[in-house]
């Protein structure tokens, strides 16, 4: 099994650069591994620390198509690694690098992954969302309320504005928020983030649903009467989110879950 005391020695910030602690890193690396059935790390090239700080080693292994998933037997590395480091890897949409971390890290199941969804949107959320025409996508920020009973989002929008005249046209959204490292602010090298794909249905003022939504959620603060000139509600239904969050790798799971509408 994993565990922290392996983590901290393959950590370079903590043992220093000196070529003994790489090598007390090694031995670290094939620890790490030692659940039963994985060959150790006794060979292979050490190509660095990832952002996590684990030393990564690279040890060629055959071309794989990217819906593979490795065996049980599976050589160990350390965290952080991907599969493309050591193979050449095909992707397409089916398989993208995504799905290839979820087939070969352990799910949580739906119910939990929308527990950690919930947890890291508590209020009204800052996200990016994305509209396309024309095959031009066009990227805005935009605040985003989820209702956690229904699993949709809403958010409020300026009529007239670019996103909601493609969203009239092409109904199809893709949303994303993140939290975590960023160089300026420093901390922990960590992120979480929730990525949706959906469609967005608009809500005009007329709706008898709009003025209750923007109470309900807390969408804005100002008159009704202004509220009613001034926006559009957006009605977000997701078919399927990625959740992200690299501390899952700690718990040997995907970093990468996704949940799906039924
Ligand atoms: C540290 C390098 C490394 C990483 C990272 C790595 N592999 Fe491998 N893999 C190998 C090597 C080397 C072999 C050939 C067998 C051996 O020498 O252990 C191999 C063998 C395989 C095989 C065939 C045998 C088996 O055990 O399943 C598959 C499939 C495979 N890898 C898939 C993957 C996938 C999928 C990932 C990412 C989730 C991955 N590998 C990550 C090095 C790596």
């Given amino acids: 099994m994993w565990n922290l005391r392996t983590a901290r020695l393959m950590r370079p910030a903590a ?27 006794a060979e292979g090239r050490n190509v660095g620390p990832g952002e996590q700080g ?27 690694m991907t599969c493309a480091e050591c193979h050449t890897s095909t992707f397409d949409f089916v398989s993208t690098a995504s799905v290839q971390w ?24 800052r996200f990016a969302l994305a509209s396309v025409r024309n095959n031009q ?13 229904d699993r949709v989002f809403y958010v409020v929008s300026e009529v007239g504005t670019e996103k909601l005249l493609e969203i009239r046209e092409n109904p199809a959204i893709s949303a994303v928020r993140f939290e975590g490292w960023t160089v300026a602010e420093g901390g922990p090298k960590e992120w979480r983030s929730v990525q949706i794909k959906g469609t967005a249905e608009l809500i005009p003022s007329s709706d008898p649903r709009f003025y209750p939504a ?25 078919t ?23």
Avoid: C
């Fill in 214 to 238: 923007l109470v309900k959620y807390n969408l804005v603060r100002i008159s009704k009467e202004r509220a009613e000139r001034r926006f559009d509600l957006m009605r977000i239904t997701p």
């Fill in 240 to 262: 399927q989110i990625w959740y992200f969050d690299t501390t899952l790798s700690a718990e040997q799971k995907s970093p990468y879950q996704i949940w799906k509408r039924k």
């Fill in 137 to 149: 996508p066009t990227a805005t920020t935009v605040d985003m309320v989820l209702d956690k009973e």
């Fill in 15 to 41: 043992i220093g650069w000196s070529i003994f602690a790489l090598l007390a890193a090694f031995p670290g690396a094939s620890r790490a591994a030692g659940e039963e059935g994985n060959k150790p790390a």
């Fill in 102 to 125: 979820a087939n070969n890290f352990p799910q949580l199941t739906q119910d939990e992954i929308w527990t950690k969804v919930v947890a890291l949107l508590p209020g009204r959320e």
């Fill in 54 to 80: 684990f030393v990564a080693v690279v040890v060629d292994g055959p071309p794989i198509k990217s819906d593979q998933i490795k065996s049980a037997n599976h050589r160990a590395y350390s965290r952080g």
